[in-house]
Every structure is written in structure tokens, then in C-alpha cells.
């Protein structure tokens, strides 16, 4: 949906909007104050609700008879389109931008039928996203945080399962907020990655370790140095190098080497070699061969 404000700006700023059809007749060439521009025979009120005392309401006649010619002023606007469009806009706090009266050629009432029609249809199924937000959210770099999303909460371990330092891996989850649909300041984890799966960008049997409490993306910083921890009452995180950048290989010992050996010496108990005895000549015509034992060396 179109921001209101914008499209109003749009409808306004349009070139030909001087010449609309609810336009007052220039004063110097009407014959009456306040006529319309599209229907000379109307007066620019027609298209606004008729400010009446309670106790004598317009006639229902008459302002069918109103509303029909208002219509009719409409479809001979040249800014009929870009009226429509921001009349059924919607304002910050959810109302329709022009809530009453005759805008691009609608009634009151079949803008707000559009509108109670545009929130059950959100949501009865997700919005569908464009293609292209799709498969950026199916790079390699974006599913692998996706999958480690799924497996862990803790942010370095969605950061070490999917390869990357924090910091790219919270970036990561902010984009794939907005590339989903989601607002990345108010979606949690679980979220994300139902989103995820109910769009085929993570696979169905995907399982997804349960807890709905965390933001999926982290606020940022006043200052922007450094984002914030993504869960809630922890303290801050002290910045991490990714884990690539961690030592590899063996690590040197804080033991001394000798100290080390001596230790496995002991452990390990007597140490044992193979010996090879003498061969035994028996009376009989028979000649055992060498028969290999292990004795103790100790
Ligand atoms: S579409 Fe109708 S209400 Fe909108 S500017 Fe034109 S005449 Fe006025």
C-alpha cells in the first residue's frame, strides 16, 4: 500500500490537477461562486458530504441524484487515476486518507469495502513477494543463515553455523526481514523463518528450534558504531572476531613439555617389549618353533 502522504504529493503536483473535475470555475469567468469545473450545472460541494442540521437530513433522493453527478464530474477528470489511488490510501494510524465523500469516481462506502477487503485478504495469506526479493533470499550466503537461524538463537552461533562474523550474519537477518515482507523492527525469529518456509525459501522439513521471544534483527546503535545484542536482557556483546580469524592448529601448551611427557609416562604404567626366548630342544624328534612372549621390560 501506498504511502498517503506521497500519494496525495503525487495527485497534487500533477500537471494537469489545476484542471480536475471538483476544481472551482476561474471567478472571472463563472456565473456562480463555487461552480465545478467538470460539471458547470454542479456546485464543488457536491463531491464533500452536504453539512446539514441533524433534524433535516438531505434526501435520500437528492443525494443519490448528488453522488451520481459527482460520479459522472469524475469521470472526465484528467487526474482521476492518481485521486483514486490516494483517496484509498491509508494513514498512519490505519484510516482511509479521504474517509468520506466522492473521490476518483468512488463512493464512501466502496472504499471502505475495498479497504475491510485488502485486510482480510493479509490476512488470509501472506503478501506475495516479487520474484526477484525471492531469489536474492536464496543466495548461498542468505540461506546459510536462514538454516543456522533455524538451529540456533544464540546470534554468535547463528554467526559460527553460517560461516560469518556477527556482525554480517545481523546484517544478513535485517535484509532478510525486508526481502520476506517483514518489519525487521518488530519480527522475531520464529517469524522470519515461518516466512521463510511458507514461501519455499527454507525447505518444509526444515526443523525450527522454538522461541519466539527474540527480534530476529538487532536494533542499531545510536551512535552506528556497533549493533546491539539481538536478545533481550543481555548485557552488550563484546565484539567478537569472526571466527575465521580465530587461532588454528594446536595451541601451545601452558605445561612444560617435560612436565607433559612425564605425565603420560606414568599413565601409560610399565612399558613392555617384545622379546624372542631361546629355542627349547625337547627328546622327542620334534623341534617347537620360537614362540614370541612379551615380558616385562622393568
Ligand atoms: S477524480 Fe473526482 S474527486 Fe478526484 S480530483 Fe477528479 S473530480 Fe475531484
Not at 437528492?62 to 491509508?90: D, K, Q
Not at 469516481?105 to 490476512?123: F, K, M, N, P, V
Not at 527474540?214 to 571466527?243: F, K, M, T
Request: hydrophobic share 40%; net charge positive.
Amino acid at each position: 500500500m501506498r504511502d498517503s502522504l506521497a500519494a496525495r504529493e503525487e495527485l497534487i503536483q500533477h500537471r494537469h490537477y489545476r484542471y480536475r473535475g471538483c476544481a472551482p470555475v476561474p471567478a472571472e469567468v463563472a456565473d456562480f461562486p463555487g461552480q465545478a469545473l467538470g460539471d458547470p450545472a454542479l456546485h464543488i460541494d457536491a463531491w464533500g458530504t452536504v453539512d446539514r442540521p441533524d433534524d433535516d437530513p438531505e434526501p435520500q433522493r437528492e443525494r443519490v441524484a448528488r453522488e451520481r453527478a459527482a460520479i459522472a464530474g469524475c469521470g472526465r477528470c484528467p487526474v482521476l487515476a492518481e485521486c483514486r489511488v490516494y483517496a484509498n490510501t491509508e494513514t498512519v494510524d490505519g484510516q482511509l486518507a479521504e474517509p468520506a465523500g466522492i473521490w476518483g469516481g468512488q463512493r464512501s462506502l466502496e472504499r471502505h469495502r475495498a479497504l475491510i477487503a485488502r485486510r482480510q485478504a493479509d490476512t488470509a495469506a501472506p503478501a506475495a513477494r516479487p520474484a526477484a526479493a525471492l531469489a536474492e533470499a536464496r543466495t548461498v550466503q542468505k540461506q546459510a543463515v536462514l538454516r543456522a537461524l533455524a538451529r540456533e538463537t544464540d546470534e554468535e552461533l547463528v554467526a559460527y553455523r553460517a560461516g560469518m562474523d556477527v556482525r554480517t550474519a545481523n546484517w544478513h537477518r535485517a535484509i532478510l526481514c525486508g526481502l520476506l515482507g517483514l518489519d525487521k523492527a518488530t519480527a522475531s525469529r520464529e517469524q522470519l523463518l515461518g516466512r521463510a518456509r511458507e514461501l519455499g525459501v527454507l525447505p518444509d522439513g526444515t526443523r525450527i528450534r522454538p522461541d519466539g521471544r527474540w527480534p530476529v534483527a538487532a536494533a542499531p546503535n545510536g551512535d552506528g558504531s556497533r549493533q546491539r545484542r539481538i536478545a533481550p536482557g543481555r548485557p552488550e556483546q563484546i565484539v567478537l572476531p569472526g571466527y575465521q580469524h580465530l587461532p588454528r592448529g594446536r595451541r601451545p601448551s601452558p605445561v612444560p613439555a617435560g612436565v607433559v611427557a612425564a605425565t603420560r609416562r606414568a599413565r601409560r604404567g610399565p612399558r613392555l617389549r617384545l622379546v624372542t626366548p631361546p629355542p627349547v630342544q625337547l627328546p622327542l624328534p620334534i623341534v617347537l618353533p620360537s614362540v614370541s612372549v612379551l615380558e616385562c621390560a622393568a
